[in-house]
């Protein structure tokens, strides 16, 4: 990944990232961002979702509760999926159309990695669309190299920290 370019480039030009974003992610995060509503977390998925291309994954990881599916809708908006964006914690898997398919999984139900390899999650991560895994770190052994991990850690105050690693190539389209 080439964090310099994703920071250089663009994070200090984002009006939405400049918004959000605070200083020291800490070593094992490339940046971190404090929201303090739904709205806010969802426009800043909307922006997130700005750097993904075909064949991205994003796992998610954070308490129940904490804003997982409100990123994700976030980030589908950004991809063009118009419809509402839902939780897909009974039905596992929700997928919509963007300019290409987007894949929201829900680990939270399954049991491991063999679970998630059945109910299809490795095929669709290897297809032409962006997959986002709430619950990701239950099938971290299936997640490609390159995955996008964002943490998600709700405050004392009830405001949101979003942390967020990027280990492939992310860069924004335009
Ligand atoms: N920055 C924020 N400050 C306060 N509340 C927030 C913030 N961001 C999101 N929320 C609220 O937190 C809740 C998050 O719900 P959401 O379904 O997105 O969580 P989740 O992590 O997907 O949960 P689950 O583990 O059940 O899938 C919503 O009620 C939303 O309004
Ligand atoms: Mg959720």
Not at 144 to 171: H, Q, S
């Amino acid at each position: 990944m080439n964090t310099s370019t994703l920071k250089e480039n663009y994070l200090y030009s984002s009006r939405v990232f400049q918004k959000y974003s605070v200083k020291n992610a800490g070593a094992e995060w490339d940046l971190v961002f404090i929201t303090n509503s739904h709205d806010e977390t969802f426009e800043l998925g909307g922006e997130l979702g700005r750097f993904l291309k075909k064949g991205d994954v994003v796992a998610l990881k954070g308490a129940l509760g904490s804003g997982k599916t409100c990123l994700c809708a976030g980030i589908c908006g950004a991809l063009g999926v118009k419809e509402q964006v839902t939780s897909p914690t009974y039905t596992i898997i929700h997928e919509y159309e963007g300019g290409f398919p987007v894949y929201h999984i829900d680990a939270y139900r399954l049991s491991g990695a063999e679970d998630f390899e059945n109910c299809g999650g490795v095929e669709l991560m290897g297809g032409g669309g962006i997959t986002l895994i709430e619950w990701g770190e239950r099938v971290t052994s299936c997640l490609p190299n390159g995955a996008v991990y964002i943490e998600i850690k709700i405050t004392d105050g009830g405001k949101r920290e979003i942390f967020v690693k990027v280990t492939g190539d992310l860069r924004v389209k335009n």
